[in-house]
């Protein structure tokens, strides 16, 4: 049985005066977006959502790094904790001062021997860095993307360090709120 309306004139189907069209058009809209979610859902466990992957070989250098520096091995464990999909953070040395309660020279120490380890490479940008992890060490994306570096990693900041983005970031809220309460009325 066809749900169109015969044009009996014609002799044809009008399916713009079919009254179930919309109903179809709502239930194929709802299995596309099954279809997506599962996709995506799949998409997420195929990417190790939320993990960090060590390579084997890299463990004992981990251990090692343990015994002869630790702080440094803090410090690493951190940066990954917090990097990217693409092995990449950025902060400042004076937010891994402040969260681990050492001096800059100690700081310095630790990233430096992080550095000449090959754990992780730095670049400078103003007053933080980028810190990229060594992704025959650690990863936290497909192992067909280790070989390419982006940067546009997650920025950590400290209170002290963002006082005058956290002031300007009430001011904005507050105007904001201004703007759409004026809107309302």
């Not at 749900?3 to 399916?15: D, R």
């Not at 933080?128 to 070989?147: C, E, H, Q, S």
Request: charged share 35%.
């Amino acid at each position: 049985m066809n749900s169109g309306i015969i044009n009996k004139e014609v002799g044809q189907l009008n399916f713009e005066s079919d009254p179930f069209r919309s109903f179809r058009e709502a239930n194929r809209k709802a299995r596309k977006q099954d279809f997506e979610m599962e996709e995506n859902e799949k998409e997420r466990r195929r990417k190790n959502y939320d993990f960090i992957q060590y390579q084997r070989d890299s463990v004992e250098l981990i251990i090692k790094m343990m015994d002869e520096n630790k702080l440094a091995a803090k410090v690493f464990m951190f940066l990954t904790k917090f990097m990217d999909h693409k092995n990449a953070i950025v902060c400042s040395s004076k937010t891994l001062e402040d969260y681990f309660s050492c001096s800059r020279t100690t700081m310095y120490r630790s990233i430096k021997y992080l550095e000449d380890n090959y754990f992780l490479i730095t670049a400078n940008i103003g007053t933080a860095r980028i810190f990229t992890m060594n992704p025959g060490v650690a990863w936290t994306t497909y192992a067909d993307k280790k070989a390419f570096c982006e940067f546009d990693g997650k920025v950590l900041m400290n209170k002290s360090e963002g006082k005058d983005f956290i002031v300007k970031a009430k001011k904005f809220k507050e105007v904001h709120l201004k703007e759409l309460s004026k809107n309302e009325d």
